[in-house]
């Protein structure tokens, strides 16, 4: 769910443009008002699960979350629904590192373990994938509120499982929770946004850019400096000196920052410029789910056998191949090859987001688990927000000069991946085969 709402709106933005009357810079904010809370009160919010309990926590996101939802389904213009969408990331933020801890108390031998986080990036690569089919389908049918409201059945069953079959609660009230630094944090990253949205716009406002600015370089060094002091911080950097544990936050980044890209340039492409429906656009990207899925079980299920190296390193050369093959095949206008590429780079980001949250959670301190796991989803939702910031800021382009405009972003794109692979082989080097607790 948490994913799905990630790039369901990817091929719903014509509709919100239309029935909703949102400019392009409402439909932007719209979509990143919900990765940008998430991205910002992550860490914060592991944290605060080890103190009162995940399962709790997991309880209380869910319930946020639905109501967010309804808020969002039934928002009467676009500010309100930019709002919505912010409390949708809250709802995420507080639920998001729970899923992964609770797994964690859960499964405690490591082999059933890595192949449990695999099955769990697997669906949320399944969700982030399919986002795109399942605006496209619930568009051919229903107003655009459909999008958010398919998230309060899902809400429901997951309370009820819940109730049913989660491990106890286990609170830790000697755990400390600073609500000062989750807020440096979210006004660093809410700066770093502007920032790049501005520094893209060819009309940008040194007003707005200078000032965005200066929160973002104030914010970060409040934020280090907080940390430094505090007994029980939100992020202790000294662990990121373990290889394996940056190695797998570069590569969910890094993963999630290709793979929103790709999804969301090509539905806009395939809807604005090739004429195609919400459902048809979507369709067309399905098809990294397609192999995005199988792999990302594989990776958890022999990772213990191959190692990061292979499965994060080999996953971006997969991505890279496979989003040249799209970018050729685009210009030359044959759509079963540019399906073959979308299938390459399925592969590839599948294999990388089952493994990386291994290396993240596995690597990291027992005691702490909270903030692993919010570091681990800080990862994908940061990697996304900077794809929606970075390239969503040319979406102008993709009218202004359609024969280049994709092939030139997909381009982009490819370099980018051939960079984090070039990264990650450095960071799991030594390639080992499973995550040990420092």
Not at 125 to 143: K, M, T
Not at 281 to 287: K, R, S
């Amino acid at each position: 769910m948490v994913g799905v709402d990630n790039s369901i709106l990817y091929t719903t933005l014509p509709a919100l443009q239309s029935q909703l009357g949102a400019t392009s810079t409402q439909s932007l904010w719209i979509i990143n008002a919900y990765p940008l809370v998430l991205a910002g009160l992550l860490l914060g919010t592991g944290t605060l699960g080890d103190r009162i309990g995940h399962r709790l926590m997991f309880i209380i996101g869910l319930s946020i979350f639905g109501i967010a939802s309804l808020t969002a389904a039934f928002s009467p213009n676009a500010w309100i629904l930019i709002g919505a969408r912010a409390f949708l990331g809250f709802g995420a933020a507080v639920l998001m590192p729970a899923t992964l801890a609770l797994i964690r108390l859960t499964f405690t031998e490591e082999r059933e373990r890595n192949t449990a986080i695999g099955v769990w990036a697997s669906v949320a690569v399944l969700g982030a994938a399919a986002g795109p089919v399942v605006g496209g389908l619930l568009l051919e049918h229903f107003w655009w509120g459909s999008v958010f409201l398919i998230n309060v059945p899902v809400v429901v069953v997951a309370l009820i499982a819940t109730f049913a079959i989660a491990p106890p609660n286990l609170p830790d009230p000697n755990r400390h929770w600073d609500v000062i630094s989750s807020m440096q944090a979210l006004l660093t990253l809410t700066g770093l946004v502007i920032v790049i949205k501005e520094a893209a716009n060819p009309a940008r406002s040194w007003w707005v850019l200078l000032p965005a600015f200066l929160v973002c370089i104030l914010g970060a060094t409040a934020f280090a400096r907080r940390q430094r002091k505090l007994e029980d911080p939100l992020l202790a950097f000294d662990i990121f000196r373990n290889p394996v544990f940056s190695g797998g936050v570069i590569a969910a980044a890094g993963a999630m920052f290709v793979v929103s890209g790709l999804e969301l340039m090509t539905t806009q492409h395939f809807q604005l410029n090739l004429g195609y429906s919400p459902l048809e656009a979507g369709l067309v990207v399905v098809a990294v789910t397609i192999t995005a899925f199988p792999f990302s079980i594989l990776g958890g299920a022999i990772l213990h056998r191959v190692g990061f190296f292979p499965l994060i390193t080999g996953g971006f050369l997969s991505i890279t191949a496979g989003v040249s093959l799209a970018a050729w095949f685009s210009t030359q206008e044959f759509l079963p090859g540019f399906i073959v590429g979308l299938l390459l780079v399925g592969a590839g980001a599948g294999s990388i987001m089952s493994v990386s949250s291994t290396a993240i959670i596995g690597s990291a301190p027992l005691r702490r688990a909270g903030m692993a796991s919010g570091v681990e989803a800080v990862s994908y939702e940061f990697g996304t927000l900077l794809s929606v910031a970075i390239l969503g800021s040319l979406l102008p382009l993709l009218s202004a000069d359609v024969d280049r405009a994709y092939t030139t972003i997909l381009v982009i794109i490819a370099v980018s991946a051939a960079a984090f692979a070039a990264v990650t082989s450095h960071s799991f080097r030594g390639n080992p085969k499973g995550a040990t607790h420092a």
